[in-house]
Each structure stands twice: as C-alpha cells, then as structure tokens.
C-alpha cells in the first residue's frame, strides 16, 4: 500500500515529490542549454549546474529584466520578504502579463 499525505510517515511521498521535482528540472535545463546552444550562444554553468550564457554577469541579467524588477516592486509594495519562498512564485505564476500581438 503506497502512503498518502494523511499517514503518521508522509516523507515517502515528499521524496517521490522531489524526485520529480528534480527530473522535470533537468529535463528543462537540456532543452534551454540545447535551445541556446542553436542559437550560437556559448552556454557555461551556474552554481547550482544551471545553464548560464557565457560573458554575462548575474548583475547585468538582472538589471536586464523587466520582469524581476515587477516581482520585487510587488514584494515591497506589500512588504513581504523576497526569501525565494512559496510566496514569490505563487506570485510570478499569477502576475503574467498577457502577451501583446
């Protein structure tokens, strides 16, 4: 019998969860790396082993992006800590601006 989320041990199903977790990461990763690899871009790795495009510096992709400027002005807006926690994507997952065609 597999364990469910209601038993006394439910670390069986947070490891199978992270395993997961884990792979569907990996699997993204290649295809960014295979994906700007196509695009002649020369790819190095990041601390954590993520792709990362050779000669530019986490200052400059950050100062570069839009998009992390609007997660932290929401975050101070509402004064919540940006700690890289369940709050910041929950945010970036609901806070998409739609696409302008």
Same mark, same amino acid.
Do not use: W
């Given at each position: *019998? !597999?364990? @469910?989320?209601? %038993? =006394?041990?439910?670390?069986?199903?947070?490891?199978?969860?992270?395993?997961?977790? @884990?792979?569907?990461?990996?699997?993204?990763? +290649?295809? !960014?790396?295979?994906?700007? &690899?196509?695009?002649? $871009?020369?790819?190095?790795?990041?601390? $954590? #082993? &993520?792709?990362?495009?050779?000669?530019? %510096?986490?200052?400059?992709?950050?100062?570069? @992006?839009?998009?992390?400027? &609007?997660?932290?002005? $929401? +975050?101070?807006?509402?004064? !919540?800590? *940006?700690?890289? #926690?369940? =709050?910041? &994507? !929950?945010? %970036? *997952?609901?806070?998409?601006?739609?696409?302008? $065609?």
């Amino acid at each position: *019998m !597999l364990p @469910s989320a209601t %038993t =006394d041990n439910p670390a069986p199903c947070k490891r199978r969860s992270y395993s997961r977790r @884990s792979a569907a990461k990996s699997v993204y990763r +290649f295809e !960014l790396a295979t994906r700007l &690899q196509g695009l002649d $871009h020369e790819l190095e790795h990041g601390k $954590h #082993g &993520q792709p990362e495009i050779k000669g530019y %510096t986490k200052e400059y992709l950050e100062a570069s @992006s839009p998009r992390c400027e &609007q997660i932290k002005d $929401h +975050f101070r807006e509402v004064r !919540l800590k *940006m700690d890289g #926690g369940r =709050d910041v &994507q !929950l945010y %970036t *997952m609901t806070a998409r601006s739609c696409p302008k $065609h």
